[in-house]
């Protein structure tokens, strides 16, 4: 028995430590944002669409972002895919002028409703056709300069586009933000480290931008609890990548109770596992055969619940091995480095991710809450097996209620003295007493990080390219 615990040892020691230095080494990319050249002239037309389900508390002010986006009026319409609702999602969004297409099923999840959206934009190509379509939540609020920054990408030829994952409700828990922080640093170190290394972007279920000739070519098909995950790694096997924009960012509402995230984050380890048995060994056999690392790359981050679960095993033997009395293994991995080496290894762990808030210019009060994130963090342990558990059910689709009214006004424009607006629910006193203080902390977060000259101010009133601020 004790060789055979160090030789497990050794082995699930060996996969971590090469798992955790590939990511160290590929988020090394992400240090630097290289200056790009853009093409802002507006040529592109675009299928705003929205998946939503009982969002009356939230999708006024998703659509009047929409409306705002800097971009010709001609040159985008906006979709609702009222899925399955009981409320009034349906007549509000009818009501802010967009195009409203009520969905009943049995199938019930937002891969389904994308999928026969799509398909009633393909039956109406004779009355009007797109060049890309953009995928939204209905929570969400969207910078203005979104399909300026899209019309970029999509001219210089990119066909799969994931734009920046922001959260607009950062202060209202410990639990938001943490979420915001993971977000930020991931935007920074991950995202477009992998970007900038020319490796494929993860699509985040929102903020996404897909040429149209795309869907026809391929066909939409991700019907799991993750179908942003299923299509990024559907699209990887035919050879294409998804693209970042850094600039086009998307302000997601995050669950404000750890009981929220748990579920939330279960559906989508329940997704994650789902799509790594089915897409990570012919990814690895596509990019051997091919000679190519993107897909092996893909394969890698599939594999991530995998290297959890060792890791939590590697804690467990840890944990086993100082309780007992008697050296119940050998750890012959460890024993290469000194006690220092590991302890040095283990704190900048930690302290990593803090690099990705420092260069996204993160507030103040993301490096207070920091504090809490490896509670956050080591929660995902139990997460991870909980999905693996239960991934063969992919029809148990738990929605997330949303109730944070934001308008985009109030996060693109810092200096406003424009009240930030919390939408009346049926939810108890205390999530609307939580709402209410993070409105009241959100602008001074916001004002640290747009600071001029930073990030990118769009222009809502009307297109003018003169005032459009591009980084070169």
């Keep these: 028995m004790f060789y055979l615990l160090t030789a497990l040892v050794a082995v699930s020691e060996t996969v971590v430590l090469l798992v955790l230095f590939y990511y160290y080494y590929v988020s090394i990319a992400g240090w630097r944002k290289h200056p790009e050249e853009k093409d802002y002239v507006p040529e592109k037309r675009f299928a705003l669409i929205t998946a939503a389900h009982n969002e009356e508390a939230v999708i006024k002010y998703h659509l009047e972002s929409l409306k705002q986006i800097n971009y010709p009026k001609d040159l985008f319409d906006i979709y609702v895919i009222a899925d399955n609702c009981t409320d009034n999602t ?69 066909r799969s586009i994931q734009g920046y994952l922001d959260t607009k409700n950062p202060n209202d828990s410990w639990v938001t933000a943490c979420y915001a922080t993971a977000y930020w640093s991931m935007n920074r170190m991950w995202q477009l480290a992998r970007y900038n290394r020319g490796l494929s972007n993860a699509m985040g279920g929102t903020g996404v931008c897909l040429e149209y000739n795309l869907l026809k070519e391929f066909g939409w098909g991700a019907t799991c609890l993750t179908e942003d995950l299923e299509f990024t790694m559907k699209l990887l096997l035919h050879g294409i990548k998804t693209s970042w924009a850094h600039d086009a960012h998307v302000y997601d509402e995050k669950p404000v109770y750890f009981s929220q995230t748990w579920r939330q984050r279960t559906r989508w380890l329940q997704g994650h596992w789902d799509v790594a048995f089915r897409y990570m060994i012919p990814l690895l056999k596509k990019g051997i055969r091919e000679k190519k690392w993107y897909p092996i790359d893909g394969a890698i981050y599939l594999f991530q619940p995998v290297a959890i679960t060792i890791m939590l095993f590697n804690i467990i033997m840890g944990m086993a091995y100082w309780i007992s009395p008697e050296p119940i293994y050998a750890s012959p991995i460890t024993a290469l480095a000194p006690d220092w080496f590991w302890w040095s290894f283990g704190i900048l762990g930690y302290c990593y991710p803090m690099l990705g808030l420092i260069l996204e210019g993160a507030p103040r009060k993301a490096y207070f809450y920091y504090l809490t994130y490896p509670i956050y963090g080591f929660t995902w342990f139990p997460v991870t097996i909980w999905g693996l558990l239960k991934h063969r059910n992919q029809s148990e689709w738990a929605h997330t209620k949303h109730i944070r009214g934001i308008s985009i006004t109030s996060i693109e424009s810092p200096v406003s003295q424009a009240p930030m607006e919390v939408a009346v629910t049926e939810e108890s006193d205390d999530v609307v007493n939580l709402a209410q203080r993070g409105a009241r902390k959100r602008r001074s977060s916001i004002k640290r990080r747009n600071k001029p000259g930073k990030h990118y101010v769009p222009v809502k009133d009307s297109l003018n390219l003169d005032k459009v601020m591009v980084k070169k």
Aim: charged share 30%; with cysteine; net charge neutral.
């Design 90 to 158: 349906a007549a509000i969004a009818r009501q802010e002028g967009a195009r409203v297409y009520e969905r009943f099923s049995n199938q019930r999840g937002k891969g389904y409703a994308l999928e026969w959206m799509f398909n009633r934009l393909f039956e109406m190509e004779n009355e009007r056709t797109y060049d890309a379509v953009c995928i939204f939540d209905a929570d969400n609020v969207v910078s203005s300069n979104f399909l300026l920054e899209m019309n970029s990408k999509l001219k210089k030829g990119y």
